[in-house]
């Protein structure tokens, strides 16, 4: 395999998570990483062995592929910048600001041949991956994604900063396009929206019920899902599944006729396993598994919440 040269753009708490990982990956050059804030990039760059630059345009000819790890409101022109110079981005989830940027990184990437993934890091959790066979057509789904207030991420809602990885996954498993939204959030400590929840009807049958906080005095990250026979319990944090599901055979357990399964998973490396996942597609050129356009649909959702959201505090 040869060897693939990769820059990270933007320092800050995440930044130095992905240059980090780089850093140890075999087949992978880490050129450089990239922060306006010269000295925060300085210390990274000596940290992992690399260079260190203030302006990432001087990466242009230097890398195959990007992680942008900026503020939200610059993955637009970050992104853009890279992908009309022939180079694969890995973008920190939201996609963008706008349905209407997201979809021109998109249109660009496809006439350049390029690739966007995504960085809806749940979607690499080891329950998250466990489940995909066992997902099927879902009839209901409730999550709480709770935080205790840490003053990063504040520059968007708690729509776009926790919410959103539910609304990913949520629509991963529906598979189907969005019916009807009903929403409500406040904000509390910021000036944007601290606690949200969000009622998202989808086409197919699926009904979401979905709560996110920054502001609350413990972390909780669950979801439960039901479908026809089966049921499941999921918590991210513990990364540990409770299954119950019919039993051909039947049962006289504690619910008759069901089976109850409980699934632990070694505590992994989400990071790593969607910075691998990303280094594999540059290489294979294969779709990765949160693409442009599955950033996008979580957008779109995140967008409509937020706007129903608006309109009742206003």
Do not use: W
């Given at each position: 395999?040869?060897?693939?040269?990769?820059?990270?753009?933007?320092?800050?708490?995440?930044g130095?998570?992905?240059?980090?990982?780089?850093?140890?990956?075999a087949?992978?050059?880490?050129?450089?990483?990239?922060?306006?804030?010269?000295e925060?990039?300085?210390?990274?760059?000596?940290?992992?062995?690399t260079?260190?630059?203030?302006?990432?345009?001087?990466l242009?000819?230097?890398?195959?592929?990007?992680s942008?790890?900026?503020?939200?409101?610059?993955?637009?022109?970050?992104?853009?910048?890279f992908l009309?110079?022939g180079?694969?981005?890995?973008?920190?989830?939201?996609?963008?600001?706008?349905?209407?940027?997201?979809?021109?990184?998109?249109?660009?990437?496809?006439?350049?041949?390029?690739?966007?993934?995504?960085?809806?890091?749940?979607?690499?959790?080891?329950?998250?991956?466990?489940?995909?066979?066992?997902?099927?057509?879902?009839?209901?789904?409730?999550?709480?994604?709770?935080?205790?207030?840490?003053?990063r991420?504040?520059?968007?809602?708690?729509?776009?900063?926790?919410?959103?990885h539910?609304?990913?996954?949520?629509?991963?498993?529906?598979?189907?396009?969005?019916?009807?939204?009903h929403?409500?959030?406040?904000?509390?400590?910021?000036?944007?929206v601290?606690?949200?929840?969000?009622?998202?009807?989808?086409?197919?049958?699926?009904?979401?019920?979905v709560?996110?906080?920054?502001?609350?005095?413990?972390e909780?990250?669950k979801?439960?899902?039901?479908?026809?026979?089966a049921?499941?319990?999921?918590?991210?944090?513990?990364?540990?599944?409770?299954?119950?599901?019919?039993k051909?055979?039947?049962?006289?357990?504690?619910?008759?006729?069901?089976?109850?399964?409980?699934?632990?998973f070694?505590?992994?490396?989400?990071?790593?396993?969607?910075?691998?996942?990303?280094?594999?597609?540059?290489h294979?050129?294969?779709?990765?598994?949160?693409?442009?356009k599955?950033?996008?649909?979580?957008?779109?959702?995140?967008?409509?919440?937020?706007?129903?959201?608006?309109?009742r505090?206003?």
């Amino acid at each position: 395999m040869s060897i693939l040269n990769i820059g990270v753009i933007g320092t800050g708490y995440l930044g130095k998570y992905h240059a980090e990982k780089y850093a140890r990956m075999a087949h992978v050059n880490l050129v450089g990483v990239v922060d306006v804030d010269g000295e925060r990039a300085g210390k990274i760059a000596q940290e992992y062995e690399t260079q260190a630059y203030t302006r990432y345009q001087d990466l242009f000819d230097k890398v195959d592929a990007v992680s942008i790890v900026v503020p939200t409101q610059l993955h637009h022109s970050v992104a853009k910048d890279f992908l009309l110079n022939g180079i694969d981005v890995l973008i920190e989830k939201p996609i963008t600001q706008t349905i209407e940027q997201a979809d021109e990184l998109i249109d660009i990437a496809k006439e350049k041949n390029r690739l966007i993934q995504v960085g809806h890091l749940e979607r690499f959790n080891p329950v998250v991956e466990a489940l995909r066979d066992k997902i099927d057509h879902p009839l209901f789904i409730e999550s709480h994604r709770i935080a205790i207030y840490k003053g990063r991420g504040i520059d968007v809602s708690v729509v776009l900063d926790l919410m959103i990885h539910d609304i990913d996954i949520i629509k991963n498993f529906a598979k189907s396009e969005v019916k009807s939204i009903h929403a409500a959030g406040v904000p509390v400590i910021c000036s944007d929206v601290d606690i949200a929840n969000a009622r998202i009807e989808f086409e197919k049958g699926c009904i979401a019920n979905v709560t996110a906080s920054r502001i609350s005095m413990k972390e909780e990250r669950k979801i439960r899902i039901f479908q026809k026979d089966a049921y499941f319990s999921v918590d991210f944090a513990k990364k540990d599944i409770t299954y119950i599901h019919r039993k051909d055979n039947g049962s006289d357990g504690i619910i008759p006729g069901m089976e109850i399964q409980k699934l632990h998973f070694s505590a992994g490396d989400a990071l790593n396993s969607e910075l691998h996942a990303f280094v594999d597609c540059v290489h294979s050129r294969n779709i990765p598994e949160v693409p442009g356009k599955a950033g996008r649909d979580a957008l779109k959702i995140a967008l409509d919440i937020m706007a129903q959201m608006q309109s009742r505090i206003s």
